[in-house]
């Protein structure tokens, strides 16, 4: 079992910076891919970004790369997800999740493992 917890969210106005971070416990942290993901009300929920157990490996969606970074320390047991240039429509709540396979993090095709229970990130025009 693996608990997942965000912390970071918050009100800021475009062009502004948050850190979202998401503590891990129960389990192996390392053993996990961790993700990012965001849900605005009557969406799906979408992948924004992931990282492999190591750190070495990360994905981005289209409309965060450059933007975003994702990034986790081990020895913590913390993922963290850097947003700069924040923009009106990043607005959503923002959930950690965790998979020992990383594709499944990246497509989606099967359930994942672990989800945190979100953080409200609101930016303002």
């Known amino acids: 079992q693996v608990q997942l917890a965000e912390s970071g969210g918050g009100l800021v106005q475009a062009g502004g910076s948050l850190r979202l971070s998401c503590a891990a416990s129960?389990?192996?942290?390392?053993?996990?891919?961790m993700g990012w993901f965001r849900q605005v009300p009557g969406e799906e929920r979408e992948f924004v970004a992931a990282i492999n157990w190591s750190g070495e490996t990360t994905h981005y969606t289209d409309s965060v790369k450059g933007r975003f970074t994702i990034s986790r320390d081990n020895a913590k047991n913390t993922v963290s997800l850097q947003m700069d240039s924040l923009k009106p429509e990043d607005t959503a709540v923002y959930y950690c999740?965790?998979?020992?396979?990383?594709?499944?993090?990246?497509?989606?095709?099967?359930?994942?493992?672990?989800w945190g229970q979100g953080t409200q990130v609101t930016v303002s025009s």
């Open positions: 129960g389990s192996t942290f390392s053993s996990y891919a």
């Open positions: 999740a965790a998979d020992r396979i990383m594709s499944i993090l990246l497509l989606g095709d099967e359930p994942i493992e672990y």
